[in-house]
C-alpha cells in the first residue's frame, strides 16, 4: 500500500522538511486544511457578521454531516463542542448521580475522563476505575465485575492513548446496557484511523474531534449521542446553542433542542469548523479503511525494526485489536524526544516511562528506518537513557 502515502504526501508539506511520527499528538496540516482556513478568513474579511448566514451555517452542517457518515450516525445525533472536556462535562452536568452514583472508567484512559466525575464528588458521583494489568489493555471481565446497578455510565476510550489498544465497543456497551447503564467512549485516538460504528457497537455517546487522526486541527469536537437518549438527557452546562429557538432570543423560557443540539454551549470556533471538513474530506476520500491498512502495514514495519535493534515495544499481540501508537519504554523519554528533534528533526512524543510514536499513512517505511537508527545511535552515545532491562 506504498502507493497511498506516495499519493497523499505532497498534501502534507510538513512532512518535507521534518520526520513526523507523532499524529496522536496533532495531525500534519494538509494543505486543503490551511486553504479552507484562509477561505474562513477571506469570507469574514467581505462579509463580516452575514458570512454567518451565507456560508458559515452551512459549513457546520457539513461538519456534522461529515462526521456523522464517518461514524454511522445520522447529522441530528452530533453536538459541535470545542473539545473533549467540554463535551464530557456536558454529559457529566446531565447525570443524577442520587440513583446512581457510580462512574466506571480505567487508569487508562485520558485523565480528562476521569477528572470530570472526580470534580462531581460533591454532587455524589464515585469513580470506579479498572486497571490494567499489562499497561496495555483492560480486560473486559474487569467491566463485567464493576458495573451493576449503581452504575451510571461506562466512560472509556475506544482506542488507549499510551498503548492503541481497541477496546471491544460492543461488548462493553452491552454490560453497560444489561445493568441499566449508559456507555460513553472517548474516540479521539480512533476515529478517522479506524472504522467506527456506532450503530453497529450500540454505543449511546461517542466524542471525537479534528485534533489527530481526522486532520483538522484543534477547535471543534464532534459529539454523538444516540437519538433514543437525546431528549432523557437535560444537560446544566449549556448555552443559547442548545435551545430549540435560539433566534428567538427568549430569556425568560428555555427550551431544550430536540436534536443533539442540546448538548452545544455557543458560538463554534469556525476557522477550526473549516479545518475539520477539509480534514475529514481527505479521510473520506482515501476510505476509512485504506487509511487503517496502510497504518497496520507500517505499524507492523516500525515494531519489527524496533525489535530488530533490540528494543521491547509495549505493543498488543493481536495486531487487530491495535491502533497506530506504538509504546518504547526507555529510562528518560523526554531526553530522547529531545534528542531525537534537535539531531534528527524527529517528531515523537513521551508518556510517562515511554516513547510514543504514531505513524499514519503519510509516513514512509523509510521515515520510520531513520527512526530507529536515529534512536540506536541516541542511546549508544547516552547510556543513562537506555531502555529498561
Ligand atoms: C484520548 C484523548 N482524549 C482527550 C484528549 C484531550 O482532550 P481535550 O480536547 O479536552 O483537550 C486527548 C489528547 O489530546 C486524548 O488523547
Redesign the pocket.
Known amino acids: 500500500m506504498r502507493a497511498l502515502t506516495d499519493r497523499w504526501r505532497d498534501e502534507f508539506p510538513g512532512l518535507s522538511h521534518t520526520t513526523y511520527l507523532n499524529t ?2 496533532l495531525g500534519q496540516l494538509s494543505r486543503r486544511s490551511r486553504t479552507a482556513v484562509y477561505q474562513f478568513l477571506e469570507l469574514w474579511m467581505r462579509y463580516g457578521a452575514s458570512a454567518w448566514y451565507e456560508t458559515w451555517t452551512g459549513e457546520v452542517a457539513e461538519a456534522r454531516a461529515r462526521f456523522a457518515r464517518l461514524i454511522h450516525a445520522q447529522p441530528h445525533e452530533v453536538a459541535l463542542l470545542p ?4 463535551a464530557l462535562s456536558v454529559i457529566a452536568s446531565s447525570l443524577d448521580y442520587r440513583q446512581r452514583p457510580e462512574v466506571v472508567l480505567t487508569e487508562m ?2 485523565p ?2 476521569p477528572y470530570q466525575w472526580l470534580a462531581r464528588e460533591r454532587e455524589g458521583a464515585r469513580v470506579r476505575f479498572l486497571p490494567s494489568p499489562d499497561r496495555i489493555s483492560v480486560p473486559l471481565t474487569a467491566f463485567a465485575d464493576a458495573i451493576g446497578p449503581q452504575t451510571a455510565l461506562v466512560a472509556t ?1 475506544h ?1 488507549f ?1 499510551t498503548s492503541g489498544w481497541i477496546q471491544d465497543m460492543t461488548a462493553v456497551s452491552a454490560l453497560a446496557h444489561m445493568h441499566g447503564a449508559l456507555s460513553l467512549f ?1 474516540g ?2 480512533a476515529a478517522g484511523q479506524i472504522p467506527v460504528d456506532v450503530k453497529a457497537a450500540d454505543v449511546d455517546i461517542y466524542l471525537s ?1 479534528g ?2 487522526w481526522l486532520l483538522g486541527g484543534p477547535g471543534v ?1 464532534f459529539m454523538y449521542v444516540k437519538e433514543s437518549l437525546i431528549e432523557r438527557l437535560e444537560p446544566t452546562t449549556t448555552g443559547w446553542f442548545a435551545s430549540e429557538n435560539m433566534f428567538q432570543f427568549d430569556p425568560y423560557h428555555f427550551d431544550r433542542a430536540r436534536d443533539a443540539r442540546r448538548f452545544e454551549t455557543g458560538t463554534p470556533a469556525m476557522a477550526a469548523v473549516y479545518a475539520a471538513n477539509a480534514g475529514m474530506g481527505i479521510i473520506e476520500e482515501i476510505g476509512v479503511d485504506s487509511v487503517r491498512a496502510r497504518t497496520q502495514e507500517l505499524v507492523a514495519t516500525l515494531v519489527g525494526e524496533l525489535r530488530a535493534a533490540g528494543f521491547q515495544p509495549r505493543v498488543p499481540d493481536d495486531l487487530e485489536r491495535h491502533g497506530g501508537i506504538v509504546m518504547v519504554p526507555l529510562a528518560d523519554p523526554p531526553s530522547v524526544v529531545q534528542a531525537l528533534a534537535r539531531q534528527y528533526n524527529i517528531i515523537v512524543d513521551a508518556r510517562p516511562g515511554a516513547l510514543r510514536i504514531s505513524p499514519y499513512f503519510y509516513n514512509t517505511e523509510e521515515e520510520l528506518r531513520y527512526l530507529v537508527d536515529s534512536l540506536v545511535t541516541i542511546l549508544a552515545q547516552s547510556p543513562s537513557t537506555q531502555q529498561p532491562s
Open positions: 496522536c499528538s473539545n473533549i472536556s467540554v484512559d485520558f480528562t475522563l476510550s482506542v492513548f472517548d479521539y485516538q474531534g485534533l489527530k469536537v
